[in-house]
């Protein structure tokens, strides 16, 4: 299956939301995940680790959407984050946010972020996290969109699951009310 964006943002919101997390939190997760997927991260199957593990006190969506909301002043060091890759949209936007570059940190990975554009420096996926606000002058090649590919299937399944979790059961009230074929299944 080749999703398109508006696919990701949907079914990461929703599965996010059918793993427990608030509305607002599905959004970012979905934005995140749709974001990263087009500048080439398997952010698919990154979320749906995230997800599978329950909610871990080192969530990067929970972290990035905290970072967000009030930015550091100094730097900020997290020994442990499930999926870190997920931050980069967050240090995308922070970039926006304070109108300046942020420096991302993971592990041997160095991604910088400025209002206008992603750099990446080195390449990293796992490992402790800092990012830095204020951070002077990019460093690093560009990220440009990738076009669009073919999903992780198990990845995409995963999220499926998570995403089922959000639909109301069917009953019989649903049904002859109008949902579905009601008593008149006449295909």
Not at 60 to 79: M, S, W
Not at 118 to 130: A, D, H, R
Not at 142 to 160: D, F, I, N, T, Y
Request: aromatic share 6%; proline share 7%.
């Amino acid at each position: 299956m080749i999703p398109s964006l508006s696919e990701i943002t949907a079914t990461g919101r929703k599965a996010t939301k059918g793993a427990g997390y608030s509305w607002g939190l599905a959004d970012e997760a979905g934005r995140a995940t749709a974001w990263l997927w087009e500048h080439g991260f398997d952010s698919i199957t990154a979320l749906a680790d995230v997800l599978d593990a329950g909610i871990p006190d080192a969530c990067p969506i929970r972290i990035g959407a905290g970072l967000c909301d009030t930015p550091p002043e100094t730097p900020a060091t997290f020994a442990k984050v499930a999926s870190p890759i997920l931050l980069l949209s967050f240090a995308a936007e922070l970039g926006k946010i304070t109108q300046s570059t942020v420096k991302l940190g993971i592990g041997d990975g160095l991604y910088f972020a400025t209002p206008e554009a992603m750099f990446v420096v080195q390449t990293g996926l796992e490992g402790p996290v800092t990012l830095t606000c204020h951070a002077g002058d990019p460093q690093g090649e560009r990220l440009s969109p990738h076009p669009r590919r073919a999903a992780p299937a198990e990845a995409w399944a995963r999220l499926g699951k998570w995403e089922h979790k959000t639909y109301a059961p069917a009953t019989e009230a649903s049904r002859l009310a109008g949902a579905g074929a009601g008593l008149s299944d006449n295909d």
